[in-house]
């Protein structure tokens, strides 16, 4: 089975901290993305990356940044949380190249205080 | 912005009626789509997928796809409580390797 685990289900951090998520994928799988969801906006694109080092800006990409020295690993950088970046964030892997399902991580619902 | 519409619902059905969900998009180009399950609280998990025009079918479930008028549709035959979630609609886009989600509709059987 396919595994992408995300480091932490629940998250409660002050306004202008900067916060760290992290996922890690099991598959060798050459995409890993970052969207968040909330409610009534369904789910939105943040980052993404074809591979180690590369990275691509989604929809939403302001106030964040990524990181990706591993191929397994796909880190999502909140640089000075905000109340409005509270909110549900997945993580979800897929093998290179189109057609292919996006596999996604259980979560991290992260409140900005 | 491509874009993938679906109507939030609730959509109520009666245990063991059919559900229809639907979803147009915006991105003529792409090629393939997918219907994901998500139930409260937790992330989102593949139920189909479909890169053809017409129907595909995987138990009770068939997805209808009709390119032409860029529309995709899952069908929910003999529903069950278990079934009560939200279904998203997620399209490829066509510009990069991610899917574009449709905000979902979420769906009620019920016994």
């Keep these: 089975d396919v595994k992408v685990t995300q480091s932490s289900r629940y998250l409660v951090k002050r306004t202008g901290e900067k916060v760290f998520l992290e996922c890690v994928q099991d598959m060798d799988h050459e995409n890993m993305f970052w969207y968040r969801q909330d409610p009534g906006l369904g789910l939105r694109l943040i980052y993404f990356s074809y591979d180690v080092k590369m990275k691509e800006k989604g929809d939403i990409p302001e106030g964040y940044s990524v990181s990706r020295e591993k191929k397994e690993r796909f880190s999502l950088i909140l640089e000075s949380a905000s109340t409005n970046q509270t909110s549900m964030y997945l993580c979800a892997s897929s093998f290179g190249g189109g057609n292919t399902e996006a596999f996604f991580g259980q979560g991290t619902r992260l409140t900005v205080v | ?111």
Aim: with cysteine.
């Design chain 2, 1 to 111: 912005q491509k874009e993938v519409e679906q109507n939030s619902g609730p959509l109520s059905v009666p245990e063991g009626a059919i559900a229809s969900l639907n979803c147009t998009y915006s991105d003529r180009g792409s090629q393939s789509f997918f219907w994901y399950r998500q139930y409260s609280g937790k992330s989102p998990e593949l139920i189909m997928f479909i890169y053809s025009n017409g129907d595909k079918e995987d138990g009770r479930f068939t997805a209808q796809l009709n390119k032409a008028s860029q529309y995709v549709s899952l069908l929910i035959r003999d529903s069950q409580p278990s079934d009560s979630a939200t279904y998203l609609c997620a399209v490829e886009d066509t510009g990069r390797r991610a899917l574009t989600f449709g905000s979902g509709t979420r769906l009620q059987v019920q016994p």
